[in-house]
């Protein structure tokens, strides 16, 4: 019990060294927020010229508001999933930059305990974020909510970010493994998630094999759920089958991905790869 | 025994039990290779160069009893560091094994962690943060009680030479020298049983020098700890250590204390050897022109 209660207070560690370093880096963050906020605008900004460039039969100013939330839910929801993912699968790769990674592993503390403080900083750090990009699409686009149930469109956030928790913690090996390299390939890995997911397009008009992959993807089930509960305002009774998907997909990877770490840390250690900075 | 020594109701759930017996480290017959050149996909992409063996560690064995400042000297690239990364659970031996008051560093690896710290040669710290954030990050990962920690940050630091306005400011405009000495103190907040020091006082100017070789002392009389320090300083090694492992090319070529190493290669009618006479009786070779040989090599 006193171990558990060591673990649990020790995960605090990371997310106050996180929360400190976003203070520290402070200029990169707002630099950050500017990128996210023009590339959110953007996408929704295709919506916005759809009539103009497609011609023939215009759409109706409700259809134009519609496809721009389609397309503002996707931008944001993605941007938040891929936040958490990136937090998840860099703590190793910022470990490495800054030259700390023997003195945090050498530290008294589980692996799953790292993981969890670095993985409950990239949540609430995600929403802090999307949060704020949200305000702003929703001031400039002036987007009709009315319909929205933000309860459950929360609800299924929370469940499908365990998912993306267990990708990232897979994805963290990789730079444990290639100091060099091993950042970049968890790109990889993201480019290939947005690209099945069904983010700017619903997920079973992508083509194939692209449709088929995308059911593999907890992101898909994600960005559906998101859509239905803010534009067609669906609740718990009938979003429930995704959240309870969600959540089991989530309790499926996250011991995937520590197990999954583990082999790749014991490997490191037998090799001496953790004392390269990459 | 309790082995957080001083102080020990500010470590929450982190005091164990050891061996009263046991001895702090014991190194038996311990080797670590590593390979270096392409790997599997380096291969499949056409590189034909064959992967080099190289032996760091080549079965090592000495035993370190508790409160002995135990110096491990040899030339850059020796195997040193090594030596502390399997000691401090960072790497694996390929053979033998490492134990830490009669615990496993393999099998015990969780225990272990909770008695030792180490200080390595490259001040390891996030270097936008300020000492006191990157201290107090490492006093919740050793569970030292956050407002203990503050108050002993700043007195320790203090106590360095550090002024009161530098344990707020970022760290990347910090000297080397002040760098190694927030690093003693990060290691001196965890009051560890065994401290690993890794060449903490190479690059610093004499001053900064003398200031950590003081405080390494403070740290095993005042804490009772069992000190492990790789140098290639002969006059470090022989001021502070009680015992001395002389190393060549992974091996253990001399161990004993500083005055029977001279003793050893001692000649009548000869003035007294320095420990640079003792390093080029038994290598062939002066300590410079080794770190030479391995910075070419």
Known sequence: ?278 | MTVATTEPEQFRGLRIEVDPHARALEVDDVTKVFRQGPGLIGRMRGKREERKRVVAVDHVSFVVERGEIFGVLGPNGTGKSTLIRLMSTLLMPDTGRVRIFGLDVERDEAQVKRLINRVSVEASFFKKLSPMENLMYGARLYGVDPAYARRKVVEILTRLGLENRSIGSSMEDMSRGMQQKVAIARAFLTAPVLLLLDEPTTGLDPHSKREVQAAVRELRDTHEATVVLTTHDMQEADELCDRIAIVDKGRIVALDTPAALKDMVRQAGEAPPSLEDVFLRLTGKKLEEADKEAELT
């Open chain 1, 1 to 278: 019990m006193t171990m558990a209660f060591h673990e649990l207070r020790a995960s605090y560690a990371f997310v106050e060294r996180n929360i400190n370093l976003v203070k520290r880096y402070w200029g990169w963050e707002l630099v950050w927020m500017l990128y996210t906020i023009a590339n959110s605008l953007a996408v929704v900004l295709i919506a916005r010229g759809a009539n103009t460039a497609v011609g023939g039969q215009p759409l109706s100013t409700a259809q134009v508001d519609t496809l721009i939330l389609f397309l503002a839910i996707g931008a944001l929801v993605w941007h938040y999933l891929a936040v958490v993912f990136q937090t998840v699968s860099e703590m190793i790769s910022w470990e490495r930059w800054e030259g700390t990674i023997e003195y945090t592993f050498m530290a008294p503390v589980r692996r799953g305990t790292h993981m969890v403080g670095t993985a409950l900083f990239s949540l609430v750090y995600g929403f802090a974020h999307t949060a704020v990009v949200l305000v702003i699409v929703v001031l400039a686009f002036d987007l009709n909510m009315s319909h929205a149930n933000y309860v459950s469109a929360s609800a299924v956030l929370i469940a499908g970010s365990l998912s993306l928790v267990g990708i990232g913690i897979m994805g963290a090996v990789l730079p444990l493994l290639y100091p060099e390299r091993g950042a970049e390939m968890t790109h990889v890995i993201q480019a290939a998630l947005v690209l099945i997911s069904g983010v700017y397009i619903t997920a079973s008009e992508m083509p194939e094999p692209l449709a088929t992959i995308s059911i593999f993807s907890p992101a898909t089930y994600v960005i559906e759920g998101i859509r239905s509960a803010l534009i067609d305002g669906e609740g718990f009774a009938e979003l429930w089958p995704t959240m309870v998907g969600l959540v089991a997909s989530g309790f499926l990877m996250i011991p995937l991905g520590v197990y999954v770490f583990s082999l790749g840390e014991r490997y490191a250690k037998r090799t001496g790869r953790l004392k390269r900075s990459g």
